[in-house]
């Protein structure tokens, strides 16, 4: 019944590897995204899709690449990974783009980089 | 992008009345005002949202100002577990359609018995 679920839930790893973050809606949404919260709470759009297609990169680093292999999934690859990078990781859905639909957010992924 | 002012934290006895402020006075035209909120460890929560008419839904009713300057999210009766951090969100997007939250600082309620 999870509307939208993420995986993994907690990430703990070494600087330098790379790693993958899935997202998987099944409210047949057209729209998702990637927010980055970091240790000081703020909550930051990163990317959004709709249909497959790229829509909004907030001037996040390449080597953050997310891939949508189809509409119901949203996965953030992270290449090279910082210490900067140790956040939670929120995937959101949305109907589809425009004023009156909400977004509904996964539970996050807490990245944690060593 | 309308910028929003929120107070930092707020109190609120258990079933009383949680009045939450936020203040957009850059707001224009089409800018829809939203409220989440996150509770601790968990992803945002959608509340509700408005252009100028008051609203109210399951969850809370918001109170726009006639001038759309600022607003007000009521919780009619807070629980314990309304405690959480309350967002109020201006809608960027410009032309495009689509729908970018900012997020800034929220206000922090603490729901208390």
């Known amino acids: 019944d999870t509307a939208v679920s993420q995986t993994p839930k907690y990430l703990v790893t070494q600087m330098g590897n790379d790693k993958s973050i899935k997202c998987e809606q099944n409210l047949g949404h057209d729209t998702m995204y990637w927010y980055k919260q970091d240790s000081k709470k703020f909550l930051k759009i990163m990317f959004s899709?709709?249909?497959?297609?790229?829509?909004i990169n907030e001037t996040v680093p390449n080597r953050f690449s997310p891939k949508s292999p189809d509409k119901a999934h949203l996965n953030l690859h992270i290449n090279s990974l910082e210490l900067g990078d140790s956040a939670v990781y929120f995937c959101?859905?949305?109907?589809?783009?425009?004023?009156?639909?909400?977004?509904?957010f996964g539970p996050g992924t807490r990245l944690t980089v060593l | 992008d309308a910028k929003t002012t929120q107070p930092t934290s707020m109190d609120c006895a258990e079933g009383r009345a949680a009045n939450l402020p936020c203040n957009h006075s850059t707001i224009s035209g089409n800018e829809y005002v939203y409220w989440y909120r996150q509770i601790h460890s968990q992803g945002p929560q959608y509340i509700i949202h408005?252009?100028?008419n008051n609203e109210t839904n399951e969850m809370a009713s918001l109170i726009i100002t006639e001038d759309r300057k600022s607003s007000t999210l009521i919780l009619p009766h807070a629980t314990l577990r309304d405690t959480a951090v309350y967002y109020c969100i201006v809608r960027v997007g410009g032309n495009t359609g689509f729908q970018k939250l900012v997020f800034g600082t929220g206000t922090r309620l603490l729901v208390s018995p």
């Open positions: 959101a859905s949305s109907p589809e783009a425009g004023p009156n639909n909400e977004q509904f």
């Open positions: 408005g252009l100028k």
């Open positions: 899709y709709n249909n497959k297609e790229l829509i």
